[in-house]
């Protein structure tokens, strides 16, 4: 249920994380980022394992509750034996057989036989909280699971917007290197006409031609990349992303959206805070178990059972062992005792002790993660006031690129200029173009972390489409 809850919350964020296009794409050849969480919720096997964690816990939280229950336990036995006793006591150890009756002047090795059948009942009727505590404590155990399947469904989401958003980042660079290939192929093929009607010297060919193998090479690099992100993506989801391109769209909407201001500070209701403090909950509880372990019980007891045996009272022994088993003598007994171990007090301060201690380490834990995540809050605020700037400037440096670039090829072709000064505005061109992708990269990035980071992803869904 949680996974499911975490995947409807983020798939209008995960349709919006896009970039800028060149070619329309399908609907059947895209990938949006919503099936990609949607995958993976159901295919990681990390998921599958939390959620068998949870079902476990809740199994062992109706084990617990079910503690109170008494223990009654039935017994039928059939013996042969000799039957010798004298005066005195002694303690059984639970390993040393009884005899009944068989005080005698000497030693009689003759065999008796009898069978004993009994039902004996032992209930722990109170105990001072104990039962309480230690249901507390498996409830909280059971929200320790929960908390952390919770947790561990929105790191996955994540992971899977961080991959995706490289997806199209890489998608997005790739087609710009293919643009600057094509580029420095239409500058080879000008500047080699050129050389050939000796209006420029060969070298312009050769830097020419080098520059054009520069950006193939960067082109592969690029590609490399995004195969490689391809593979993380398959891995989350199950889904062989091969032939997929990602959703390119919603783009328009990153300025506006870039004025949408996150919350200014960390929710408790955060999911790793919840986890944390699920952990320190537990532990908690289990510093109250401890405790009531010390405290008195109180036991009823009641017990019942049938003997018989081929003996009589006056001592005279059946050669039929036969005989000996029917039940000839019945009894019961009903007691109710209480319990107090005083010399487990010292230990059990101790463990109180220790178990304190590891209830700090968990408070102290959950600390460090909310001091983390204000960290990132702040930093992803930055980073979006930066971003947006950015944004507003870029397109300028881009036109301007391009106006450039188409300058100093035409001054090229009429003689004005070098090649040197040629490949330097294409260079630029490429520069201001992958800037562009790389600040639209950063700003979805901090938009989604500080987020994350606020946990007020409910409040950003309703500006996205």
């Keep these: 249920m949680i996974k499911h809850i975490i995947a409807g919350k983020l798939c209008a964020l995960l349709c919006l994380l896009c970039y800028t296009s060149s070619s329309a794409q399908s609907a059947a050849d895209s990938f949006s980022l919503h099936r990609a969480i949607a995958l993976t919720m159901e295919h990681y096997p990390a998921i599958r394992a939390k959620a068998s964690q949870v079902k476990a816990g809740e199994a062992n939280l109706t084990d617990v509750k079910h503690n109170w229950y008494p223990a009654l336990r039935l017994h039928e036995q059939v013996d042969v034996g000799t039957d010798n006793s004298i005066y005195g006591s002694y303690f059984t150890m639970g390993m040393i057989p009884s005899t009944s009756g068989g005080i005698r002047a000497a ?82 093929r000008a500047v080699t006409a050129i050389v050939l009607h000796g209006l420029k010297p060969g070298v312009d060919s050769a830097v020419a031609a080098a520059e054009l193998s520069k950006a193939r090479l960067n082109l592969l690099d690029i590609h490399n990349k995004y195969e490689q992100v391809r593979v993380q993506l398959s891995v989350l989801t199950g889904l062989d992303t091969s032939n997929i391109r990602p959703d390119t769209v919603n783009t328009d909407r990153l300025i506006a959206l870039l004025q949408h201001q996150p919350g200014d500070s960390v929710q408790q209701q955060h999911p790793m805070l919840e986890y944390y403090n699920a952990i320190y909950e537990q532990q908690t509880a289990k510093e109250a178990v401890i405790r009531k372990s010390t405290l008195p019980k109180v036991n009823l007891m009641a017990a019942g059972w049938m003997r018989g045996s081929s003996g009589s009272f006056n001592d005279v022994y059946d050669k039929n062992l036969w005989s000996g088993l029917g039940y000839s003598r019945y009894n019961y007994l009903l007691g109710l005792g209480i319990t107090y171990n005083l010399a487990d007090l010292k230990r059990t301060r101790e463990k109180v002790a220790v178990q304190k201690y590891q209830s700090e380490t968990a408070a102290r834990q959950m600390e460090t993660i909310k001091t983390n995540l204000n960290g990132m809050l702040q930093q992803s605020l930055t980073d979006l006031k930066i971003s947006s700037e950015k944004l507003q400037e870029l397109p300028l440096q881009l036109n301007a690129a391009k106006a450039a670039a188409r300058q100093k090829m035409a001054l090229y072709r009429g003689g004005l200029t070098n090649i040197i000064d040629v490949t330097t505005a294409l260079f630029v061109l490429n520069r201001a173009e992958t800037d562009l992708v790389m600040t639209r990269d950063a700003a979805w990035k901090a938009l989604f972390s500080a987020a994350y980071a606020s946990n007020s992803i409910e409040q950003l869904l309703p500006e996205l489409n």
């Design 107 to 188: 030693n009689n090795s003759s065999l008796m036989s009898g069978n004993i059948a009994m039902a004996a009942m032992q209930w722990e009727i109170y105990n001072f909280g104990g039962y309480g505590s230690q249901q507390t404590e498996a409830s909280k155990a059971l929200q320790v699971s929960r908390s952390d399947l919770h947790n561990l469904a929105n790191q996955l989401t994540v992971s899977v917007i961080t991959q995706y958003l490289e997806l199209l980042k890489y998608h997005a660079l790739q087609q710009i290197a293919e643009d600057n290939v094509r580029r420095n192929a239409s500058v080879v």
